[in-house]
C-alpha cells in the first residue's frame, strides 16, 4: 500500500537558519514525488515535484529536495529559512498521471522564530 | 484562471442537518478529488472522478456522506446528517489526466463545524 511518513509533526527553526524536513514513501511503481505548502486559512500550493532525471529538484521561494531511491526519502531543504516559510509542509506521493489521487503525509507544521 | 472554487469557505451547523459543499474545478480539468483534513488523521481522500465518473469512493466514512459529479464543472459532498464528528476542512481539488507528474491544484477548502 502506498504511504508517506513524515516523522516530525512540528519543527521550530530561527530565521536564516537552514532546513529540512523529511518525508519518507512506501509505493510499489516508480513513484511520483511532492511537496505541497499550505498556509492558514489556504489550500494547498505546489512546491515541487519530481518524476524522472535529476534527484535534486529546484522549487518555488528557495526550496529544493533530493529523491533518495535506496533510502525511501524526499527531504525538503531550505538554505535559509524566511519568517514567511511558516506553514504547514505536506508530502505527497503517487503515479503522476493525474487521474489518480495523491496520498499524502500528515504534514509537518513550521514555525519560525527570530 | 480562477483556480478551484469551493463553498461555503465557513458553514456552521447543527447536529442532524444536511450539508452541502460545492466546488468547481478548473476549466479543462477532468480529474476532481475531495479530501478531508482533520488534525489527527491528516489529509484523507474520499472520493474521486474522473471524467465525471465516479472513481474509487472506499475513503468515504459512512453513507452519511455521498458526492456527485453532474457535469464537468461542478461537483457537491453532501453529508446527511451531520455529526459533531464530520467537523473538519473539506479540500477540493482537480487536475488534468493523461500528463506525467501532473499536480492537483487545490480549492482553499471549506471549514466545518458541527455543533
Known amino acids: 500500500a502506498q504511504s508517506v511518513t513524515q516523522p516530525d509533526i512540528h519543527i521550530t527553526v530561527s530565521e536564516g537558519a537552514s532546513l529540512e524536513l523529511r518525508c519518507n514513501y512506501s509505493?510499489?511503481?516508480?513513484?511520483?514525488l511532492f511537496w505541497y505548502v499550505q498556509s492558514p486559512g489556504q489550500g494547498l500550493q505546489l512546491l515541487l515535484k519530481?518524476?524522472?532525471?535529476?534527484?535534486l529538484v529546484q522549487g518555488i521561494k528557495g526550496f529544493e529536495a533530493e529523491f533518495k531511491r535506496s533510502q525511501s526519502s524526499f527531504n525538503l531543504r531550505k538554505p535559509s529559512v524566511h519568517w514567511s516559510d511558516a506553514a504547514e509542509y505536506f508530502c505527497?506521493?503517487?503515479?503522476?498521471?493525474?487521474?489518480?489521487?495523491?496520498?499524502f503525509g500528515k504534514g509537518t507544521r513550521l514555525s519560525v522564530i527570530a | 484562471d480562477a483556480g478551484v472554487i469551493q463553498s461555503p469557505r465557513h458553514e456552521v451547523t447543527e447536529m442532524g442537518q444536511e450539508v452541502t459543499l460545492r466546488c468547481k474545478p478548473i476549466s479543462g480539468h477532468n480529474s476532481l478529488f475531495w479530501y478531508r483534513q482533520t488534525m489527527m488523521r491528516g489529509l484523507e481522500l474520499l472520493i474521486y472522478f474522473n471524467n465525471n465518473v465516479p472513481i474509487d469512493d472506499s475513503g468515504m466514512p459512512e453513507d452519511r456522506f455521498s458526492a456527485k459529479m453532474p457535469n464537468a464543472s461542478f461537483s457537491t459532498l453532501k453529508i446527511q446528517p451531520s455529526e459533531p464528528r464530520d467537523s473538519a476542512v473539506y479540500f477540493c481539488a482537480s487536475s488534468l489526466a493523461g500528463g506525467r507528474g501532473e499536480k492537483l491544484f487545490f480549492g482553499s477548502g471549506t471549514q466545518l463545524s458541527v455543533l
Open positions: 505527497a506521493v503517487g503515479a503522476g498521471s493525474g487521474n489518480t489521487p495523491l496520498v
Open positions: 509505493y510499489g511503481a516508480t513513484p511520483y
Open positions: 519530481y518524476f524522472s532525471g535529476d534527484t
